[in-house]
């Protein structure tokens, strides 16, 4: 009885420690960002003005060695509406940078005519919406399959400025980039572990995992990727931390190294990495 109750304070602890947005995962068919706008229009701006000021040197370098850089004044804007949001640690979507720099070499290194790319996490779009950009710049013609426990079609408050508007769906949240999502991006609602299973897919060429963070979650994606990528193939790894996801990082490193994949760590600060492995 007693080491039941000290896991159950276990997993209350690490829920309280998770940024809000994760917490979605736990309530996301009834408002999971709650009832009511978090946050007014001045918070947010203000907040999206202090992200965008910030400058991380770890991140222009990586976008220069790959000689991609996505439109900064369209990322910016993109992040506005669907990645400054209110929480705990502070706010930053260089991620978006990088999965763009990244796509795109790998683009440009390969000849594939349709790209299938696999996300895991669509959250409000953001990370989706990045990649395919870099599929439009590069003319191509491809598929993002983005897997997520929220749905697009359900209106809810999503903890972003356009919660002014009252309760949204995802689908009108980011209606601005329809010509984009309309030839690039299919969303599914639902668990990874059980929504991937349903999907035949041959080949994945590039994947963005970013999903429920645990060990469980990240092996069980990756095992349904194992047999869809060939070599120079992609998975971009969020989350990255030792400290606060240890289970990302113990999943991440076993299957790097006992599946045949090079493994780089890009680090922004303790709460933010990433990892671009390649299939060898």
């Known amino acids: 009885m007693k080491n039941k109750i000290l896991k159950m304070g276990q997993k209350i602890a690490m829920r309280i420690n998770e940024p809000i947005d994760r917490l979605a995962n736990w309530s996301y068919h009834n408002y999971p960002f709650g009832n009511t706008p978090r946050g007014n229009i001045e918070y947010y701006k203000n907040t999206w003005l202090e992200a965008m000021q910030k400058k991380y ?12 850089e996505i439109d900064l004044t369209w990322f910016h804007e993109l992040a506005l509406h669907t990645q400054v949001v209110k929480k705990r640690s502070e ?4 991620h978006g940078r990088l999965l763009y720099a990244t796509l795109s070499a790998y683009m440009a290194e390969n000849s594939h005519h349709n790209i299938n790319i696999l996300e895991t996490g669509t959250a409000r779009g953001f990370s989706s919406l990045c990649m395919a950009r870099a599929l439009q710049d590069a003319g191509r013609a491809g598929k993002i399959f983005t897997f997520d426990v929220l749905p697009h079609e359900t209106k809810m408050y999503w903890n972003c400025i356009d919660d002014e508007m009252g309760p949204q769906t995802r ?37 963005f995992l970013d999903g429920a963070h645990t060990y ?23 989350d990255y931390t030792p400290d606060n996801f240890p289970g990302v990082v113990k999943a991440v490193d076993k299957l790097c190294f006992e599946n045949n994949y090079t493994k780089e760590v890009i ?13 060898k």
């Open 267 to 279: 680090t922004l600060n303790k709460n933010r990495g990433y990892v671009i492995a390649r299939k």
């Open 216 to 238: 469980e979650h990240v092996m069980s994606e990756f095992n349904f990727l194992r047999s869809k990528q060939l070599q120079k193939d992609v998975i971009f790894f969020d």
């Open 171 to 207: 689908k009108q949240l980011i209606n601005k980039y329809e010509s984009l999502i309309d030839n690039y991006i299919i969303f599914i609602q639902g668990d990874s572990k059980i929504q991937l299973k349903k999907i035949d897919i041959s080949r994945i060429h590039f994947a």
């Open 91 to 94: 706010i930053c979507y260089q």
């Open 57 to 68: 040197a770890v991140v222009d370098q990586y976008t220069k060695k790959t000689g991609y």
